[in-house]
């Protein structure tokens, strides 16, 4: 029987690997469980549709897999308390189990499939952690989970704690002034109206907390400012942030394999705008447009690297993903022509560069720049398809 059978007839939701980490086998399960149909998820690189984390806290996709590492092996690779995440963002919680396939056939090692993984679901939806900190997720839908369990925050009464703990989380760095907060939460109340409302809702969100097993103060009052105890939470934009970080300073220091494991960190992480569901509240503008631009900068360095590496359909999807939220961003668009042309497709490469000039016209009312034209004329209309490696200025 062959692995797309097994993985086909297998009661759990399956998939099956090659020797070069592309995805060969996807069954139904799969496809229900995470949202990819077989379409999306075959051949594709198993890291840029899975991503699963580990109970504590660690990406399991990507560089450095230990799973890949067990199948190089001939092991068997499994975990339980996973998470993984699905296509529209959310949590899910599952047990993860492999089987190493025989290293027989007379194909290349790269292309022979080397496990089926089987992914079996908990009943309820996640956002597992296992460390005894409060994770709270802020990108693309804000959600928490205390000792591995998901809180259903939809359900929470009073829903000005919520806004509290996003006001506190949004700044994270700062202990804020009471009177600060009052303003954001009830900005018509008088003084001593809005104390009082403070004082019941910062109690309300202990509250909640602490009846889903937090031990201590997440929120702190001192005086008159409140703050957030940063060694009991788990952020996902913090842990973006810091990922990203560490990119730049290895790719300062002329480290730009490890550099690129950062960035891909970070573009996992990235799920989203931050606090969507406030998107017309604003205490949380600026913050959301911080760490939009810092996205975009790390697809920008997560594309350069895969320019350098001459992984050019991979460096194509990143600047399709940055366009979709961002499709005036002339700098994807200039680092999708020069993968088009290097894969050799001059009609999408001519087709886009059309696409482009649409997009500017309609949206900005301007045309491309004078760096866009001259890298079309170099790719087309001078006959240098496919012999430019130079990256695009972002």
């Known amino acids: 029987m062959d692995v797309g059978t097994l993985v086909n007839f297998a009661s759990d939701a399956a998939f099956a690997i090659s020797g070069a980490s592309r995805i060969v086998a996807w069954n139904e399960r799969a496809a229900d469980l995470l949202g990819y149909s077989s379409a999306e998820a075959l051949d594709r690189p198993c890291d840029k549709i899975l991503q699963i984390m580990l109970p504590g806290g660690k990406l399991l996709c990507g560089p450095g897999c230990e799973a890949k590492r067990c199948f190089e092996h001939q092991s068997p690779f499994a975990a339980s308390e996973c998470c993984l995440r699905h296509k529209d963002g959310r949590w899910l919680h599952a047990d993860i189990s492999t089987l190493v396939t025989p290293a027989r056939g007379n ?35 804000f959600g928490l989970s205390a000792n591995g369990r998901a809180l259903s ?15 506190l989380i949004t700044y994270r760095r700062e202990v804020l002034h009471r009177e600060h907060l009052i303003a954001h939460l009830w900005p018509d109340a008088d003084e001593r109206r809005g ?25 702190s009052a001192a005086g008159s400012a409140y703050a957030l105890d940063r060694e009991a939470i788990w952020l996902d934009c913090e842990a973006f942030e810091k990922s990203y970080e560490e990119g730049r300073r290895l790719a300062q220091r002329g480290r730009a394999s490890d550099a690129l494991v950062r960035f891909e960190e970070a573009a996992r992480l990235y799920q989203g705008d931050f606090l969507p569901e406030d998107i017309y509240a604003d205490w949380c503008a600026e913050e ?15 594309i350069d690297g895969y320019l350098d590496r001459g992984d050019f359909e991979e460096a194509a999807v990143i600047c399709r993903r940055g366009l979709v939220h961002e499709p005036c961003r002339e700098g994807f668009h200039r680092a999708l022509m020069i993968c088009l042309a290097r894969l050799g497709q001059r009609d999408r490469l001519i087709a886009h560069y059309e696409h482009c000039r649409r997009v500017l016209k309609a949206e900005l009312s301007v045309g491309p720049t004078p760096e866009t034209e001259r890298l079309y004329r170099d790719l087309v209309v001078d006959g240098k398809a496919g012999a430019s490696g130079a990256k695009p200025r972002r």
Do not use: C, N
């Open 107 to 141: 194909g290349s090692a790269a292309a022979r499939t080397v496990a089926i993984v089987l992914m079996r679901p908990h009943e309820q939806a996640v956002f597992a952690r296992a460390d005894g900190r409060l994770q709270i997720l802020t990108f693309g839908r």
């Open 153 to 167: 925050v939809d359900r929470w009464y009073r829903r000005q704690a919520l806004t509290l703990l996003k006001i």
């Open 195 to 219: 104390r009082e409302r403070l004082k019941v809702t910062a109690y309300v969100l202990r509250e909640r907390l602490r009846a889903a097993g937090m031990s201590g103060d997440i929120v």
């Open 288 to 302: 959301r447009e911080r760490l939009r631009e810092s996205y975009f900068d790390v697809l920008g360095h997560v």
